[in-house]
């Protein structure tokens, strides 16, 4: 992909810049009345890289002293599926032992990716562990989880922007879109 991006790749604007914006103003408030009072450091942690603009839109709207950790990591399996088997291709910086943490993620599609993670973070002991997820599929689910903080509930379409990509595109588009099939079947041919 060159060049200026294609906004007719876009099939429809599903949650646009304005709806984002009001919706983690809200988030943000709920988040501030739940932790405002906790025992213990709260670290913010953005997965990378889908989550950069949420954690960032999502950390100014708190208005609380926190942490601002990124993680990486990677699953193995294709663009659009999971195995839920997941790799850290760059950790914390900080421990998390007796700490409030708050998973910043941009979408929770399986689940399998999240709750691998869980197990990791829970082994390190910290006080709490919530997620907060801007988009949630939950009729992609393979496992038992529900975001405890969710921005969306999104049908089963392929989405990008504001964080989420095609093959690594399409992150910086200011909403969130479905792409349109003909854009895959080109990029098979
Ligand atoms: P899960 O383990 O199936 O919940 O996978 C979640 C991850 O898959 C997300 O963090 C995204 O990177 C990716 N993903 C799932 N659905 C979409 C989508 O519609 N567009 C872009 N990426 C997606
Ligand atoms: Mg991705």
New binding site residues.
């Given amino acids: 992909m060159k060049g200026l991006i294609n906004h007719d790749d876009i099939a429809k604007v599903l949650v646009s810049e304005e709806q984002i914006k009001q919706r983690i103003r809200e988030l943000g408030a709920e988040l501030r009345r739940d932790y405002a009072n906790v025992e213990g450091d709260i670290v913010l942690i953005c997965?990378l890289k889908?989550?950069v603009m949420f954690f960032a839109d999502l950390a100014r709207e708190m208005d609380l002293n926190l942490q601002m950790e990124f993680m990486g990591i990677s699953?193995y399996g294709n663009?659009?599926?999971?195995s839920?088997i997941v790799r850290i291709t760059k950790d914390i910086d900080t421990s998390i032992t007796g700490k409030h943490v708050i998973i910043a993620?941009?979408?929770?599609?399986?689940?399998?990716?999240?709750s691998h993670l869980l197990q990791l973070l829970a082994s390190r002991n910290p006080a709490s562990v919530k997620i907060c997820c801007l988009l949630d599929?939950p009729s992609?689910r393979?496992c038992e989880l529900t975001p405890d903080y969710c921005g969306f509930v999104i049908p089963n379409?392929?989405?990008?922007g504001y964080g989420?990509?095609?093959d690594g595109f399409l992150r910086n588009l200011p909403y969130v879109g479905v792409l349109k099939p003909s854009v895959y079947s080109r990029e098979e041919e």
Avoid: P, Q
Avoid at 79 to 82: A, D, G, K, S
Avoid at 157 to 160: A, L, P
């Fill in positions: 997965i889908g989550a699953s663009e659009r599926r999971t839920g993620e941009d979408i929770m599609d399986s689940g399998l990716t999240l599929k992609r393979e379409e392929f989405v990008v989420l990509d095609y």
